[in-house]
């Protein structure tokens, strides 16, 4: 059963990045996206669980709730089987942890050229390494 929870627990807080990547919270309060996260994630799980159990455990109302399914329902992501969005899921991970890891980089590159002497030679010593070269 703990299992089944933590399952749970780690798709909805998954539709929440997704939901987030989507813009859907922008304006929204945290409560209808979480609400909207959890009853999702227990129907992909298999959980019978009415929008009503959730409404109680959330403090929302039912319009609340159901706009943001339905507004979810709208997005391509909402067609995929469980095993397609955790998929895709860790797909969007990686692509934001590269684009974070070029985006240090590029700063740290910025960084060294201001840092740099009159005479084009670094100040540091220490020889300059792309993003994959790094320890």
Known sequence: MHQQETAVGTTALRLISQMKR?????????????????WLACHLHDIPRTKADVMGIVHVGWGTLDKRVKEFSANAVANLTLGEFEKAYEQAEQQ?????????????Q??????KGPGGASTS??????PDEQT
């Open 110 to 115: 910025h960084r060294r050229k201001a840092l």
């Open 125 to 130: 010593g220490q020889p300059e390494q792309g």
């Open 96 to 108: 934001q942890a590269n684009f974070v890891k070029q985006l240090e980089y590029k700063q740290q």
């Open 22 to 38: 989507d813009w859907m919270q922008t304006g929204r309060r945290p409560a209808g996206i979480c609400g909207a996260a959890l």
